[in-house]
């Protein structure tokens, strides 16, 4: 079965960081193109950026490059999104995604929550 | 960037069509590639892929789908609507990086 788990969700105190971890399962991770998205409460989808397959292209949308950074580990098959100096409009579910081709998100994990607030 | 425009919500009855739109600020089509694609979010779920390149059944997914559309202008056709597709539909673009999603439209019942 085609699986993507994400873990490190939780409640963090603004201007602090956080790393979320994607973990995949029932496919080759190194075949694929990998990307973040995330939803505010009652809110709709935002991308985020993707990383392709050996990490030597990383592609951020342009309001949110300075505070995320996506990598992969292809030998834990495991992706990760850093966040840094996180504000309230960073409290969000974020969902990894499989990309089949760049872009196109043909799987993704049940998502992750993060909220932000002292 | 790509905006995305689509209807807030559509109230439906079961056994009938429901058709919901997408317009883009610009084409985002290539030659015979149609770079629009949509995705079903139910309450409480993470997205997942429908439709893609605007008319392509994505895998697992139900006949009564359907997609159409070229250029700016694409639609979604469910044919007949069940209980079970009562989610939100987001359309998104692959034509131009920052990939962008529509705002959704929320499928009701009537």
């Known amino acids: 079965e085609v699986k993507l788990v994400e873990s490190g969700g939780g409640l963090v105190q603004p201007g602090r960081s956080l790393k979320l971890s994607c973990a995949a399962s029932?496919?080759?991770?190194?075949?694929?193109?990998m990307g973040w998205v995330r939803q505010a409460p009652g809110k709709g989808l935002e991308w985020i950026g993707e990383i392709n397959k050996d990490s030597s292209t990383i592609n951020y949308a342009p309001s949110l490059k300075d505070k995320f950074t996506i990598s992969r580990d292809n030998a834990q098959n495991t992706l990760y999104l850093q966040m840094s100096k996180l504000g309230s409009e960073d409290t969000a579910i974020y969902y990894c995604?499989?990309?089949?081709?760049?872009?196109?998100?043909?799987?993704w994990g049940q998502g992750a929550s993060v909220t932000v607030s002292s | 960037d790509i905006v995305l425009t689509q209807s807030p919500a559509l109230a439906v009855s079961l056994g009938q069509r429901a058709t919901m739109s997408c317009w883009a600020s610009?084409?985002?089509?290539?030659?015979?590639?149609?770079?629009m694609h949509w995705y079903q979010q139910k309450p409480g779920q993470q997205p997942k892929l429908l439709i893609y390149?605007?008319?392509n059944l994505a895998s697992g997914i139900p006949a009564r789908f359907s997609g159409s559309g070229s250029g700016t202008d694409f639609i979604l056709t469910i044919n007949p609507v069940q209980a079970d597709d009562i989610a939100t539909y987001y359309c998104q673009q692959t034509r131009e990086s920052p990939w962008t999603f529509g705002g959704g439209t929320k499928v009701e019942l009537k």
């Open positions: 390149r605007a008319s």
């Open positions: 610009q084409s985002v089509s290539i030659s015979r590639y149609n770079l």
């Open positions: 995604a499989r990309l089949s081709p760049p872009g196109l998100m043909d799987v």
């Open positions: 029932g496919f080759n991770f190194n075949d694929y193109w």
